[in-house]
């Protein structure tokens, strides 16, 4: 009787170990299915965005983007069959790209130029512009107000320069000197974009707030920027028309003038961070991927991720 209770409880066990594991691999199977289908969604959402965006430059005159353009409102609770669709498409372009300052091998002073400003508008160290060259530079010979491997490998735990472009806005919070508000502060002005070669990506003057319009030039007051701004209704069709607002329709008449802003800004937004969600039953799989869009207005991928490219508290 004993041996029979012994090979039982052994039986049991045994059958026991086989159903949760006939279960786990069920249950991974399942898993690995969805996520396969979502990736899938999530790439046909991609199509689906880079034909929002393609038809809506084909319905303008003259290619521009601006706050009220249909792509901002995005696709909320599509059903499909088995699964519930939401996405939405950001533009990156209204802040500036902290990686033109350095292009194709060399410092852009024009761009560095611009940094300064923003932050003195923004009431931060301006040595930051020399911090954020040298993060990128691959020398180890620091700018007047910059860090190199030096000042870092002294922190603990030490680390160093990249010696490449910034990869994520969360690079800003390792530079020396930044702290938690300035970073803060910063990743609501400056994004971190791949460079299109060794072409500089350009901020849209439609979508850009107050202290990214007024640091475009000395020219411009903080009066002369809210104007510009419009509460964010900006329309501008080409930089032409940004040009003749009455706001600085006799303070660029120059066509000197106007280069410094026309290298800086444009009226398109040619960077987008696309968002996809996708729900399948008890499951939720969040896909995001860094879109770019060429001269038809369509868009094709950069990069994609599991996380978002900026904090999603940060986008507004």
Do not use: C
């Not at 983007?65 to 059903?79: A, K, P, S, T, Y």
């Not at 600085?248 to 106007?258: A, L």
């Not at 937004?269 to 001269?295: F, P």
Request: charged share 20%; glycine share 6%.
């Amino acid at each position: 009787m004993m041996m029979a209770l012994v090979m039982l409880a052994i039986a049991s066990g045994l059958a026991v170990m086989m159903w949760y594991d006939n279960q786990l691999n069920g249950a991974r199977v399942n898993n690995l299915q969805q996520a396969y289908q979502a990736r899938h969604y999530a790439q046909g959402m991609m199509l689906w965005a880079s034909d929002l965006l393609r038809e809506d430059y084909a319905q303008d005159q003259t290619p521009h983007d601006h706050n009220e353009d249909l792509w901002h409102q995005g696709i909320r609770g599509m059903v499909v069959e088995h699964a519930i669709l939401s996405g939405e498409l950001t533009g990156l372009n209204d802040r500036f790209n902290i990686n033109n300052v350095f292009i194709n091998g060399q410092v852009s002073e024009p761009h560095v130029a611009y940094l300064q400003r923003l932050l003195l508008i923004l009431e931060l160290d301006i040595t930051l512009a020399d911090k954020i060259v040298d993060w990128i530079d691959p020398d180890q010979i620091p700018r007047p107000g910059g860090a190199e491997d030096f000042i870092y490998l002294a922190k603990s735990p030490g680390y160093r320069t990249t010696g490449r472009y910034f990869q994520h806005t969360s690079e800003l919070g390792l530079l020396e000197g930044v702290s938690e508000s300035d970073y803060q502060l910063l990743s609501r002005h400056l994004v971190a974009l791949p460079l299109n070669g060794s072409v500089s990506s350009k901020m849209n003057v439609n979508t850009m707030k107050p202290p990214l319009l007024k640091a475009l030039s000395p020219l411009i007051t903080n009066e002369v920027a809210v104007r510009l701004y419009q509460n964010g209704t900006a329309r501008f069709t080409d930089m032409n028309a940004f040009f003749q607002h009455e706001a600085v329709r006799f303070v660029f008449f120059k066509t000197d003038s106007q280069q410094p802003i026309r290298l800086l800004a444009d009226v398109k937004t040619t960077e987008l961070e696309g968002q996809s969600t996708i729900r399948m039953g008890n499951s939720v799989y969040q896909m995001y991927a860094l879109l770019r869009r060429n001269n038809s207005g369509a868009a094709r991928v950069i990069s994609r991720a599991v996380s978002p490219f900026d904090p999603l508290n940060l986008l507004e």
